[in-house]
Antibody, heavy 119, light 104 residues
């Protein structure tokens, strides 16, 4: 089965670091870019950035550049979203999604990871 | 950065009726526009890509049209399972703010 499976929910304190993961299976992981999308509580979808697993090339939205890092480990078919210092405003559900082709649409989504940042 | 604007924010429709959702881009995105459906507690699901091509398994009552800056998603006869939030996205980048389709 073709799927993206994300790591479980996290509860963190402000200032802590965090890395969440997205594991692809059922397809050739390096053939498709992986995107990260944020959804704050009760709000819409925000595109954060993407990575090409074949060479680790990344693009970031200006809104997120410098605040998060996207990486990949080809050996375990996984992409990661990382924070070095969380803020309460990072509380959200984070989705990974596969880019189907150069037009960019997301044909396959992970189930989402809820990140809660609270003191 | 291309800004995507969806209207209306909320659409109240009776089951069996037609729903028309709009999405406008701040600059020309050609036909590189996708639509997604999101139900409460679920990840988004791809409905339409290339402005008008239905994704695998999407019922024919969903149709997309438009190019350049103005796009439309039409649901010809709303079923109970169609009440959800719908998002447009350009070039796999910025999303619109969403349209919630609710039961009238």
């Amino acid at each position: 089965e073709v799927q993206l499976v994300q790591s479980g929910a996290e509860v963190k304190k402000p200032g802590e670091s965090l890395r969440i993961s997205c594991k692809g299976s059922g397809y050739t992981f390096t053939n498709y870019w992986i995107n990260w999308v944020r959804q704050m509580p009760g709000k819409g979808l925000e595109w954060m950035g993407r990575i090409d697993p074949s060479d680790s090339y990344t693009n970031y939205s200006p809104s997120f550049r410098g605040h998060v890092t996207i990486s990949v480990d080809r050996s375990v078919s996984s992409a990661y979203l990382q924070w070095s210092s969380l803020q309460a405003s990072d509380t959200a559900i984070y989705y990974c999604a596969r880019r189907y082709d150069v037009t960019g649409f997301h044909d396959l989504w992970g189930q989402g990871t809820l990140v809660t940042v609270s003191s | 950065e291309t800004v995507m604007t969806q209207s209306p924010a909320t659409l109240s429709v009776s089951p069996g009726e037609r729903a028309t959702l709009s999405c406008r881009a701040s600059q020309n995105v050609k036909n590189n526009l996708a639509w997604y459906q999101q139900k409460p507690g679920q990840a988004p699901r791809l409905l339409i890509y290339g402005a008008s091509t239905r994704a695998t398994g999407i019922p024919a009552r969903f149709s997309g049209s438009g190019s350049g800056t103005d796009f439309t998603l039409t649901i010809s006869s709303l079923q109970s399972e169609d009440f959800a939030v719908y998002y447009c996205q350009q070039w796999g980048l910025t999303f619109g703010g969403g349209t919630k389709v609710e039961i009238k």
